[in-house]
């Protein structure tokens, strides 16, 4: 994504600029959430939970490794948001006049596109399984990851 901003930006500042701070934002959140899991639940609560003896104690550890799980889905939907703005405003800053380009802009608007199906997969009950994401994301990415790389070669 940085090499498609760097590339586009003489030719679309505002878009490749703001698609690239969203896709920051959306890489920033899920490091922090990841981290979070990792350490503070894994790491941290889960053990002390499965070590303590008193009720009180048990209580006061189920009650932060549930309300984690809110904090979790809370920033999964502001990464996935992210996700969805930046892959978008990448796909208008890349649209140009030569084939390569609009599919490799098509590429960004369907990968902007799996982002509101994964979010029916997890928050949708049941709207969209949760097999839909196993089977899209394989077929589409390492194609679309392929042509961007195609793209970015340089041509000189």
Not at 41 to 64: C, D, K, S
Not at 89 to 107: E, P
């Amino acid at each position: 994504v940085w090499g498609v901003a760097v590339k586009r930006i003489p030719y679309a500042p505002g878009r490749s600029s703001v698609g690239l701070l969203f896709v920051a934002l959306w890489s920033f959140t899920e490091v922090i959430q990841q981290g979070l899991t990792l350490v503070a639940l894994n790491w941290i609560w889960r053990p002390a939970y499965l070590a303590a003896t008193g009720v009180v104690e048990r209580h006061q550890f189920e009650t932060a490794m549930t309300t984690f799980h809110g904090i979790s889905e809370g920033l999964f939907f502001v990464l996935v948001v992210a996700f969805i703005v930046g892959n978008l405003l990448l796909a208008s800053a890349v649209w140009d006049r030569g084939l390569l380009d609009k599919i490799v802009s098509i590429g960004f608007v369907v990968a902007a596109g799996l982002g509101p199906l994964t979010l029916l997969t997890r928050f949708g009950d049941g709207v969209v399984p949760p097999q839909a994401m196993a089977i899209a994301y394989p077929l589409f990415q390492p194609l679309a990851r392929f042509l961007t790389g195609v793209w970015l070669w340089p041509k000189d």
